[in-house]
């Protein structure tokens, strides 16, 4: 079992920074794909970052695409999420999750993740 914990969100003016921590407990982290969801008030949970268990693949969806960068350091069994250039339509509860599945091809579906974190508010201002 895994257990994620997301921090690192907050208040931001547009064209901003914020960089995004999930920590993850459990000794599995390292051999685990993990992503990057967003959600706001009265809109459906959206992809927005993956990355595989080394960190040699990253996939981001076109709407975050060039602005956010998604890494991960396995000894501390942390992933981050770096957001530049930061938009309000970027507003949303921030969440991450493991991968399930071996196949790296349905990264952007969430049904394909489990062991989701409480999420993290992220807020960006006009």
């Known amino acids: 079992q895994v257990q994620l914990v997301e921090s690192g969100g907050g208040l931001v003016q547009a064209g901003g920074s914020l960089r995004l921590s999930c920590v993850a407990s459990?000794?599995?982290?390292?051999?685990?794909?993990m992503g990057w969801f967003r959600q706001a008030p009265g809109k459906e949970r959206e992809f927005v970052a993956h990355?595989?268990?080394?960190?040699?693949?990253?996939y981001y969806s076109d709407s975050v695409k060039g602005r956010f960068t998604i890494s991960r350091d396995n000894a501390k069994n942390t992933v981050y999420l770096q957001m530049n250039s930061l938009k309000p339509e970027d507003t949303a509860v921030y969440y991450c999750?493991?991968?399930?599945?071996?196949?790296?091809?349905?990264?952007?579906?969430?049904?394909?993740?489990?062991?989701w974190g409480q999420g993290t508010q992220v807020t960006v201002s006009s």
């Open positions: 990355i595989n268990w080394s960190g040699a693949n990253t």
């Open positions: 999750a493991v991968y399930i599945l071996s196949d790296p091809s349905y990264y952007n579906m969430p049904r394909n993740y489990h062991y």
């Open positions: 459990g000794r599995a982290f390292s051999s685990l794909g």
